[in-house]
């Protein structure tokens, strides 16, 4: 039942056999890195590592970064062999970045996936198997919205239920309060992932309805990442003409539609696994993980504007 970790796989048990354990990040990786994105210079139209030995390391990265919207704050996701998967956190302090540490909502004994800040930094939604309020129908993971003040974190609460009841995850927002996110359903006794999106109305969300059938074509359709003014979506997919493994593709809005999704070609793609797309605040960067250069995927950046010339 093992599968390399170069395919797409969220049987994540067993990534914690597969993937080496990892010291501590606080005790394993100091830095003095200073002022935004840890005084990186910038990505051009060439894909690079992002953030060696901060965020990429010998652990598995199993999401993209995400920043608040002024920058200060980013959390990712880390999976390791032994422990349940978690959030680690990193913040600027005056000019200089802390060490990453866990955030203070935390669940050090249930799964932490997949974090994303809304577009004013206001609150951070991510999937979690940590335990729900009774009679909430969800079966496995659920989406969490934790808010981010100030001065802290707040409490955690589950994501409206009229989307979040089977398995829910990799998520990410528009402006509007447009919610796009994958979904595992079971289809004759076999998983099959598929993209959802849910508006938001009247101070709660619609039920959720899957995205036309060009994106949602059967197979491998997950990690989906819609622009703040809903223009262009990615995602990861396993569809056949790909480079190998999992590809990222885009989507365009044209006339209040999905146009037909397109390879991103070798800028992007590898023979590798590509995944879990994200945007830095202001959309200037396009991140995303790949496993092009060992057997664990690194986190990369490039400019993001890759995306307009792929219109």
Known sequence: M???????????????????????????????????????????????????????????????????????????????????????????????????????????????????????????????RRPLPSGLPVKDMALWAVEHKA?????????????????????????????????????????????????????????SQPLDTSINDGSYVDGPLVAPDESFLIFESDRPGGMGSTDLYICFKKNGQWSAPKNMGPSINSPKAERFAGLSPGGKYLFFGSNRSGELPDVYWISASIIDSLK
Do not use: C
């Open 2 to 128: 093992t599968r390399p970790l170069s395919l797409p796989t969220h049987a994540l048990v067993l990534l914690f056999f597969l993937v080496p354990a990892v010291v501590i990040y606080a005790q394993e990786n100091t830095h003095t890195s200073q002022g935004p994105y840890f005084g990186l210079v910038p990505p051009g139209n060439e894909a690079v590592v992002f953030a060696k030995n901060i965020i990429s390391t010998d652990a598995y990265e199993h999401s993209a970064p995400a920043f608040s919207a002024d920058g200060k704050t980013v959390l990712w996701t880390v999976v390791e062999r032994d422990r349940p998967a978690r959030l680690v956190e990193i913040t600027m302090e005056g000019n200089n970045w802390s060490q990453p540490h866990a955030p203070s909502f935390a669940d050090s004994l249930h799964d932490d996936f997949y974090p994303f800040f809304s577009i004013d930094g206001k609150q951070l939604f991510f999937s979690s």
């Open 151 to 207: 001065d802290g974190w707040g409490v955690p609460v589950p994501v409206d239920t009229t989307i979040s009841h089977t398995v829910e995850y990799a998520h990410s927002l528009s402006r509007r309060g447009t919610l796009f996110f994958s979904l595992r359903e079971m289809v004759n006794g076999k998983a099959r992932w598929s993209i959802y999106t849910a508006s938001f109305l009247n101070g709660s969300y619609a039920p």
